[in-house]
């Protein structure tokens, strides 16, 4: 049952207010004296913090945009610019999430940011699209590429069937939920391990790269600006795909209430991880190139392992298994992340009540993570990766516009509110026009794919109200969701989280 929300305010330190009435009684929410409270405890340390956002940010992208940004941008010389450009917007983006996530120290991320700044009816939405589209999206994008990479080695000779890559995929993504079900910790540690096979990865493809350019191998970089037929209109597709594969920066504030020390922590782990990935991201783009070419790169459907079987000889074939753990390192630390939104959103009244439970012994939000299974299995055998990343990337890019924008709305509106960290006020103008300019760009140069987004969108309007407003609901429909409710707790075995003192 979804409970009729109360709108927050600022006004006490920042902190969002949830409505705390109307829940139903929990089963075993009385803890014996000597155990620990059913709450989300803070596990999250700085090298943690780190590992999530590298970790969530390389993944698929960087072993397949390069394909769709060159596509896009007709040229070496530009697809360049064009990662390089991204790798400072998203720094941008980040520095502002840095400064909204040591200000509004709560979990949720761009839907706490919304709902705090333009109300409930744009965070509902936000969740909504989150919910139904983003995140299932997402993870379908990131778990295909697991599931070509890791079955790579096994079919050199012909092409991996489509079938077997989604086989292969839905394991992948099961494993991944029950990761996450089980335990905060042996998640965070799983995905610090997974950070380093990240980072192994980029220096496999780097290295030789570097090679290549002291021997002189730079006859792709010739005229580099020349040979491309796209125009200016397909350069929203370019940043979509240039923007996907820095996707990631902002997860670490999903999980706020579980960062030791936010102020200190959440500002250095960002600044320290984009550095990384946007230095290793450009030198991995130029490494491409000193062996492959814009055509061949264009028909390569695994770059990566495409560029190590021509320079790595029989060593090649480690590749596509470190992008592959790369690629699972992503999908872990999205859902770690988003399920978190979900739990935040539910305990705030707009999403069904069972989503803001915690397992009773392994203080998991059990729920939330399992919610997705589902919803992702779907996405998965009915899209094609390129559709979907197109489709995701305008609700995405849409809903963090705005979240930046409220940054610059909250220092008119609250010019006393509390900033441990605090960024010139030009850094989220630029990145929040930027965002909104591409959405709108993204209209004409695609607009089936934006025009469906945009259509999804808006069914969270009449959802809204229908959910959340509507209180006079029937009382078999009341009755219902109360049963279903307390069946899956009991069946799940989880109580509302208990009040931090």
């Known amino acids: 049952m979804v409970r009729k929300p109360v709108v927050s305010t600022i006004s006490r330190g920042g902190y969002l207010q949830g409505n705390v009435n109307g829940r139903l009684p929990s089963l075993g929410n009385k803890e014996p004296p000597g155990k620990e409270k059913v709450q989300l405890k803070r596990k999250v340390t700085l090298l943690r913090g780190i590992s999530i956002i590298i970790g969530t940010i390389i993944g698929a992208g960087i072993f397949i945009s390069p394909k769709g940004v060159l596509e896009n941008t007709g040229s070496v010389g530009t697809s360049l610019i064009i990662w390089m450009v991204c790798g400072a917007l998203s720094l941008f983006g980040a520095l502002s999430y840095a400064e909204l996530g040591t200000s509004i120290k709560k979990s949720g991320g761009h839907y706490t940011y919304i709902l705090e700044v333009f109300g409930p009816l744009p965070a509902f939405v936000r969740v909504w699209v989150e919910l139904l589209v983003i995140r299932p999206a997402a993870t379908a994008v990131i778990s295909l590429a697991f599931g070509r990479y890791i079955l790579e080695p096994f079919f050199i000779q012909c092409e991996i069937p489509a079938l077997a890559i989604k086989l292969i995929t839905a394991v992948g993504i099961t494993v ?21 096979c990240k980072l192994i990865a980029i220096l496999i493809i780097i290295v030789p790269g570097v090679m290549q350019l002291i021997k002189g191998q730079t006859q792709n970089f010739k005229d580099a600006f020349s040979g491309g037929d796209s125009n200016i209109t397909r350069l929203p597709l370019a940043f979509y795909y240039g923007m996907y594969a820095y996707a990631g920066w902002f997860y670490l504030n999903f999980v706020t209430e579980e960062v030791e020390n936010p102020e ?112 992702t299995m779907i996405m998965l055998f009915s899209g094609d990766l390129d559709s979907l990343l197109n489709f995701l990337s305008f609700v995405r890019w849409l809903f963090i516009g705005l979240a930046v924008a409220g940054l610059i709305y909250l220092r008119y509106k609250c010019p006393d509110m509390h900033r441990p960290f605090k960024i010139p006020l030009f850094i989220p103008a630029v990145f929040s026009f930027t965002c909104l300019l591409m959405v709108a760009l993204s209209l004409y140069s695609d607009p089936l794919s934006t025009g469906i987004g945009l259509a999804i969108t808006l069914t969270g309007v009449p959802a809204y109200y229908f959910f959340i407003i509507w209180d006079k609901k029937p009382r078999w429909f009341r009755i219902m969701s109360e049963r279903i409710t307390r069946s899956l707790q009991i069946i799940l075995e989880v109580v509302p989280e208990e009040d931090k003192l």
């Open 176 to 196: 991944v939920m029950v990761l996450n079900s089980m335990s905060v910790s042996w998640s965070a540690r799983i995905q610090i391990v997974l950070t380093f």
């Open 264 to 375: 200190k922590t959440i500002p250095l782990a960002i600044c320290v991880s984009m550095v990384i990935v946007t230095i290793g991201y450009v030198l991995t783009n130029v490494a491409y190139f000193t062996t492959i070419n814009a055509e061949e790169l264009l028909l390569s459907n695994a770059v990566a392992v495409t560029f190590s079987e021509r320079l790595l000889g029989n060593f090649s074939l480690a590749v596509p298994i470190f992008v592959a753990l790369s690629c699972f390192g992503s999908m872990n630390g999205g859902v770690f992340a988003v399920s978190r939104l979900f739990y935040v959103a539910s305990r705030e009244g707009h999403l069904p009540e069972i989503l803001s439970m915690i397992h009773v012994r392994k203080h998991t939000p059990l729920p939330a993570v399992i919610v997705l299974h589902p919803l």
